[in-house]
């Protein structure tokens, strides 16, 4: 089970540098549900090396949480956009200055 | 086996998700490996999470941000501009750190022997999750009822938009469209069609004027932004082409006679 494990190290430090260097809000959010994706495999992996479901029940209820969590960061995305006209990061900064 | 035919492949499109220019090919790529991911559930005696992981992910998910895509541009592609500089190479090497951390120290620890799912399993894999879930779990998967409801009200609460001005109506229009003509001497008409009077009834092709230039108002701007509109005289070498393979209808009226008239007609149009 341990490549799986390690599989699951890989993306999620994938996921984990695509947030820190992309810029296109979307993309970043992708990477976000990379990360999430990467967790539910650890959690499935440790679901079958110890015999226990309660690690699949887990991975459900990332799954749950993601796709609420997809609904609403989409729709501030929308709403970002429709303000400012861009998907970028880096124009959604009305408070820096 | 199916893990290190599926590894390598998912490996490599979450790096494609990196570097690729256009937010749609990340997607695509996200898709790759949610699919894989899926494949991998499967092989790990997870049959539901393998059904939960195509429709949920890549049906559900996946389908919101190519639609979200589609509303904001699809070709709203990255910006290099660095805001804070040299980010992008802090975040790699930090990544890449991490990255080198974390597979190092879970590569060591010893697992131990697999278990494996097939006692817990018994009785199918759908029936112990739900004998799980609603008994040990059932107060969590009644909160993610309220998170869902939740996040369904926060998602048209977002989406909403206050009408500011009054709906234009059906008459308000047309006297809109009457005044322009008065105004700049709008044609208050509906735009011509394109391939009006054209060899060809495509979009992309513009409608021809009694005097043979192209109508530019037939074609969408869109399509002429990207510069796929084609011209009149492109299209005249299709049809060099297709008579060639055809036979030319002009010199054997015998066999198409019918076909060979109108040709001539429209050849003296477009001219």
Redesign the interface.
Same mark, same amino acid.
Not at chain 2, 76 to 79: E, G, I, M, R
């Given at each position: 089970m341990t490549e799986y494990v390690v599989l699951s190290a890989i993306l999620f430090t994938i996921g984990c540098v695509g947030v820190l260097t992309r810029r296109n809000a979307l993309v970043v959010f992708m990477c976000v549900e990379l990360m999430l994706n990467a967790c539910n495999l650890a959690f499935v992996a440790f679901a079958k090396q110890h015999g226990n479901l309660d690690g699949q029940i887990t991975a459900f209820f990332v799954m749950v949480v993601a796709a609420a969590e997809v609904v609403i960061g989409l729709a501030i995305i929308m709403t970002i956009f429709r303000t400012r006209r861009s998907a970028s990061v880096d124009d959604a900064s009305l408070l820096k200055y | 086996m199916t893990?290190w035919i599926l590894?390598p492949l998912?490996?490599l499109a *979450?790096?494609g998700? #990196?570097f690729v220019r256009k937010?749609v090919h /990340?997607?695509l790529l #996200?898709a790759v490996?949610?699919i894989s991911?899926a494949f991998?559930?499967a092989v790990?005696?997870?049959p539901? #999470?393998f059904a939960?992981?195509i429709i949920? =992910?890549t049906g559900?998910?996946l389908m $919101?941000?190519l639609f %979200?895509?589609m $509303?904001?541009?699809v070709d709203?592609?990255?910006?290099t %501009?660095e805001?804070i500089r040299g980010?992008?190479a802090m975040?790699?090497v $930090?990544?890449?750190l991490?990255?080198t951390v974390? %597979?190092v120290g879970?590569?060591q620890?010893t #697992?131990?022997t697999? %278990?494996? +799912?097939?006692?817990?399993?018994s009785g199918g894999n759908v029936p112990?999750?739900a004998n799980?879930?609603f008994s040990r =779990?059932v107060f *969590?998967f009644e909160a993610?009822s309220a998170?869902?409801i939740? /996040?369904?009200l926060?998602?048209m609460v +977002?989406?909403h938009?206050e009408r500011l001005t009054p709906k234009a109506t059906q008459a308000s229009l047309a006297a809109q469209r009457i005044r322009d003509f008065g105004d700049h001497g709008k044609h208050p008409g509906p735009l011509p069609s394109p391939g009006v009077y054209a060899r060809h009834n495509a979009v992309d092709t513009p409608a021809l004027l009694p005097d043979g230039t192209a109508a530019e108002s037939s074609v969408s701007r869109v399509l002429a932004a990207r510069g796929t509109v084609r011209s009149a005289p492109a299209l005249a070498d299709d049809i060099d082409l297709v008579t060639a393979q055809i036979g030319d209808p002009a010199k054997a009226p015998d066999t198409s006679g019918k076909a060979g008239a109108p040709a001539n007609t429209e050849e003296d149009v477009t001219k």
């Open positions: - | 893990f590894a998912m490996v *979450a790096l998700i #990196l937010a /990340a997607a #996200l490996v949610m991911l991998l559930y790990m005696d997870a539901f #999470l939960v992981q949920v =992910y559900a998910i $919101l941000f %979200v895509m $509303l904001i541009g709203a592609s990255d910006s %501009v805001t980010q992008r975040a790699t $930090l990544g890449l991490f990255g974390l %597979v879970v590569s620890v #697992l131990g697999v %278990v494996g +799912l097939d006692e817990a399993n112990a999750i799980i879930l =779990y *969590a993610t998170l869902l939740t /996040a369904v926060g998602a +977002l989406a938009r």
